[in-house]
């Protein structure tokens, strides 16, 4: 059996960067991007940041967990990077097969997420608004403080250490055994 680590957050939180490099730690390991589930939505699809979306964003946090939750009973160390809050944790989980996964949430200032929105390349997705909304989720709907990673690390690097060892000691286990 293989393991799955979700690493959540609002965007430019540095999701993506962590968990290219926590899955290269791993072997034999796959990194599940939570993004393309909502590109393969076609025609009448809702923005996922709008309250009129929460039906469209179950389906795919299902198919989602699905993905991942098969790739973990399949022997791999899988790493999910995606916008799963507390508030749809239990429906991921459920979705996976799984028993527990480990859960961390990255939560830098929201200030700092904005950011990093308005000024990476090669990323689709530069709405402030949202982001800002989304980062409020985060914060309006806590989860244990024991999966929240609030610092502004430098490096990913050393972010990934503190990941990794949160998760080895069994801090980020959800649900908490």
Known sequence: MGSLLVVTGPPGAGKSTLTELIALRMSPSVLVEGDAFFRFLRS??????????????????????????????????????????????????AATG??????????PPAEICVQRVLHRKNHGFTNEAAARHMHDEFTRRPCADRHVFREAVDSPDVLASYVLDARDRGDLRYPHR
């Open 44 to 93: 009448g699809a809702i923005e996922p940041w709008l309250s009129e979306s929460n039906a469209q964003n179950t389906v795919v946090t299902r198919a989602a967990g699905a993905t991942a939750g098969r790739f973990a009973h399949g022997g791999f160390h899988t790493v999910f990077d995606g916008v799963i809050g507390s508030w749809f944790l239990d429906e991921f989980l």
């Open 98 to 107: 799984l028993a527990a996964l480990d859960y961390a949430v990255l939560l």
